[in-house]
C-alpha cells in the first residue's frame, strides 16, 4: 500500500480480554516496530522486527504482550488479559533501513481497556 | 542499552520567539532523524543527517549533528502557531547490524498566538 495501515483504528475492549492489533507495513520495507504512546508522553519502544532476524523484543512491558510478523509482511500485536494500564495508542512504522526517508508511521490504534 | 534524551521535555514560546530542542544519545549515531508529531496525529519524518557536524536546513528549521554523532539540535526561527507538536530525534546506533531506531522522549512545543 501506500503507507502504513493499522487496524483496527479504535478498540474498546473489557478489562481480562485480549485483543489484536494489525500492522500492515509498506510494502518492500525490512524493519518493522511498535511503540506505545501514553496521552500526552513519548514514544515506548515494544517490539522491533527487521528482516529474518530474530525480533528484539526487550521493549515488551509484561509477558501478556506478544507479537508476530508473518512472511516479512503484515505485523499482528497480541496483548492477552488486558488491563486498564494498557490503554494507549499503540503505533506501528516500518522503514527501509539505508534509504534516508526514516521510518513510516501509521495512523495508530487507540486502545481503551474499560 | 543505547539511550537517547532530549530536552527540554517542553516548552512554550511565543509566536515569532525561536525555539531549539536537543537531543543527546548515550552512544554514538550512525545517523540522527528528527520527526514531528501534531497533536492528534502521528510521528512524521522530518530530515535524516549521517554525517559528523552536518547542518542541514528546512525554511525556518535547522537541524545540527554533532562533531562525535552523539548529539543534534533543531532549531526555529520566529515560530508559527503550524510548529506546534511534539518534535522526536531518533537514531540508530553506529557499528551494529541492527538498524533499530532508539526515540527521544520528545519535545512538546507549544506556540502561543
Known amino acids: 500500500g501506500a503507507g502504513v495501515s493499522q487496524s483496527p483504528s479504535n478498540k474498546v475492549t473489557e478489562k481480562g480480554k485480549d485483543v489484536e492489533l494489525r500492522c500492515d507495513p509498506i510494502?518492500?520495507?525490512?524493519?518493522l516496530y511498535w511503540y506505545r504512546q501514553s496521552l500526552g508522553q513519548g514514544l515506548e519502544f515494544l517490539i522491533y522486527?527487521?528482516?529474518?532476524?530474530?525480533?528484539?523484543k526487550s521493549g515488551l512491558p509484561s509477558d501478556r504482550f506478544s507479537a508476530e510478523r508473518t512472511g516479512g509482511s503484515v505485523s499482528t500485536l497480541t496483548i492477552q488479559r488486558t488491563q486498564q494500564e494498557d490503554s494507549a495508542v499503540y503505533l506501528c512504522?516500518?522503514?527501509?533501513?539505508?534509504?534516508?526517508?526514516?521510518?513510516?508511521f501509521g495512523q495508530g490504534t487507540r486502545l481503551t481497556v474499560v | 542499552g543505547q539511550q537517547v534524551m532530549q530536552i527540554p521535555q517542553y516548552q512554550h514560546v511565543q509566536e515569532g520567539e525561536d525555539f531549539t530542542t536537543y537531543c543527546n544519545s548515550s552512544?554514538?549515531?550512525?545517523?540522527i532523524q528528527w520527526y514531528k508529531q501534531r497533536p492528534g496525529g502521528h510521528p512524521v519524518f522530518l530530515i535524516q543527517?549521517?554525517?559528523?557536524?552536518e547542518v542541514k536546513k528546512q525554511k525556518r528549521l535547522t537541524f545540527q549533528f554533532g562533531e562525535a554523532k552523539k548529539n543534534s539540535s533543531l532549531h526555529i526561527t520566529a515560530t508559527q502557531t503550524t510548529d506546534v507538536g511534539t518534535y522526536f530525534c531518533?537514531?540508530?546506533?553506529?557499528?551494529?547490524?541492527?538498524?533499530?531506531?532508539?526515540f527521544g522522549k520528545g519535545t512538546l512545543l507549544t506556540v502561543n498566538p
Open positions: 512504522a516500518s522503514s527501509l533501513s539505508s534509504d534516508g526517508r526514516g521510518a513510516f
Open positions: 510494502s518492500g520495507h525490512t524493519a
Open positions: 522486527f527487521q528482516g529474518n532476524s530474530a525480533p528484539d
Open positions: 552512544t554514538t549515531l550512525s545517523n
Open positions: 543527517l549521517v554525517k559528523s557536524g
Open positions: 531518533a537514531g540508530p546506533k553506529s557499528g551494529g547490524s541492527n538498524y533499530k531506531l532508539t
